[in-house]
């Protein structure tokens, strides 16, 4: 990343010492290269160990490396009905496929998990799922004697036993349950049907995945040489096509086939301490506040859960050294939460001599801002996300070399690949400058992970 005293904005600033103190303030923010190829080597190394057989190497990994047990992408010769539940932030969805020759209809319901729901006992949350899924049903006039199959994307820290079956570690993003670690999410989902006396049609949930996994398929539905499907959405995680010969937690006689589609589940990297090099106080203050203490150091980076509060600390610490809203600032900026990643994305879409949106966003949190307030603000969002996109891409890369192929389309859901503006542009700039030899495309595959649901179901399905 360009250093900070060759931006425009700060070169911008008229006081030499303001401009010196706004700098010290924001250089750690700046990833060098350096850093972004340790950040390649050490993810390198935590996969190492992730994707040993023993048990010692695996612990000394912050991530899964799971297996998803999906037997491959689409054959483009699908037929028939089948159901995507995809339960992943407080907006869950249902989804309905269509197969005719491989073409696929899909409609999609959007329903909410209300807050009182996400720190309550596990039961209470599936059984309004349980509930949506009827709704959707009768909406859709569904009707079936047969079970229809049901892939149920539940993207949450979970290790994958079968296709069907895994078992839950943690929640994470907005979701506190007070029970669900160490359950089967495909149990809890069957048992809150059973205790609501069934459905008006029968479903068979045949597959659990993560949103990743959703994506990859939809992804590939897409095109054709989608092998990564990525979400930068509250969370964020990966899921690739794996050559099988480097896929070592499997035994060979394990293998049915030469490509695995791995579930990276890398959240937590970095749990461990071995992202510290770069974390930042800011880094460190936003995770003392947050819902999951010490852990999912990796999404804590650039999650749309979390890249608001980050750029928020950050405009808190220059307010209070008295170098932006002359010292003041308002209450609700001093309000942990009340600088959403939406303001991220909407300061964003200014333009390089634009200023309506950040003004918009000021506004209503009752800030009085000059022209320097105006750009060290943009500044800040600016370097926020180009970290956060640095550091995602660089994850990306790994994957891609490990792909190894000439040409990889990387498909991504979530909102903030969706929204913002930029995150786009940045993470292609990191990608062809640490994986030159790759030609990779990156393409928005929206409600992926529920779509993706449905298809893994068709897959799980064929005989
Ligand atoms: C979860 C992952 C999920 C990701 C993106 C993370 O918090 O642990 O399973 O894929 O968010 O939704």
């Given at each position: 990343m360009e250093p900070m005293s060759k931006k425009t904005r700060i070169e911008r600033i008229i006081s030499d010492d303001k401009r010196k103190k706004v700098i010290a303030v924001l250089e750690n923010l700046v990833l060098s290269d350096g850093d972004v190829h340790r950040i390649m080597e050490v993810m390198e190394q935590q996969i190492d160990f992730a994707n040993s057989q023993q048990e010692e190497d695996r612990k000394r990994s912050d991530f899964f490396w799971e297996c998803t047990y999906v037997q491959g992408l689409l054959k483009g010769d699908e037929e028939g009905e089948y159901l995507g539940l995809d339960l992943g932030s407080t907006n869950f969805r249902v989804v309905r496929v269509t197969f005719e020759k491989g073409e696929a209809k899909t409609t999609t319901k959007y329903y909410n998990l209300p807050k009182e729901l996400l720190v309550g006992p596990a039961d209470g949350a599936f059984d309004h799922i349980a509930d949506s899924i009827e709704k959707f049903i009768k909406e859709e006039k569904m009707c079936s004697d047969n079970a229809i199959p049901l892939g149920f994307t539940f993207s949450f820290p979970s290790v994958q036993k079968s296709l069907k079956h895994s078992v839950l570690i943690t929640w994470t993003k907005s979701f506190k349950c007070t029970t669900g670690p160490g359950e089967d999410p495909v149990g809890m989902l069957e048992a809150a049907i059973q205790r609501r006396g069934g459905l008006s049609v029968p479903v068979d949930v045949v597959a659990r995945i993560s949103d990743t996994t959703g994506t990859l398929m939809a992804g590939s539905y897409l095109d054709k040489s989608c092998r990564i499907g990525l979400i930068i959405g509250s969370g964020s995680n990966a899921c690739f096509v794996e050559q099988a010969k480097n896929f070592n937690k499997l035994e060979a006689a394990e293998k049915t086939s030469d490509q695995i589609l791995v579930n990276c589940e890398w959240g937590a990297f970095g749990d461990n301490g071995c992202l510290d090099f770069f974390k930042t106080d800011f880094d460190k203050e936003l995770d003392q506040n947050?819902?999951?203490?010490?852990?999912y150091t990796f999404e804590k980076l650039f999650g749309g859960f979390y890249l608001g509060e980050l750029v928020r600390l950050v405009l808190v610490k220059l307010t209070n050294e008295g170098l932006l809203f002359k010292g003041e600032g308002s209450t609700k900026l001093m309000n942990k939460g009340s600088w959403p990643t939406s303001y991220v994305t909407e300061v964003e879409s200014d333009g390089p001599e634009e200023t309506s949106h950040t003004i918009g966003v000021l506004q209503s949190l009752d800030l009085t801002a000059d022209v320097e307030d105006i750009a060290l603000v943009q500044e800040v969002c600016g370097l926020v996300s180009q970290r956060g996109a640095y550091i995602v891409s660089a994850a990306c890369a790994v994957l891609l070399n490990h792909i190894d192929l000439p040409e990889v389309t990387i498909g991504i859901d979530g909102s903030v690949y969706e929204h913002h503006p930029r995150f786009h542009g940045y993470m292609m700039e990191l990608l062809e400058k640490v994986v030159p030899e790759t030609k990779v495309k990156i393409i928005l595959v929206k409600d992926g992970s529920g779509q993706g649901g449905a298809f893994v179901a068709a897959v799980g399905s064929r005989s």
């Open positions: 947050s819902n999951h203490v010490n852990s």
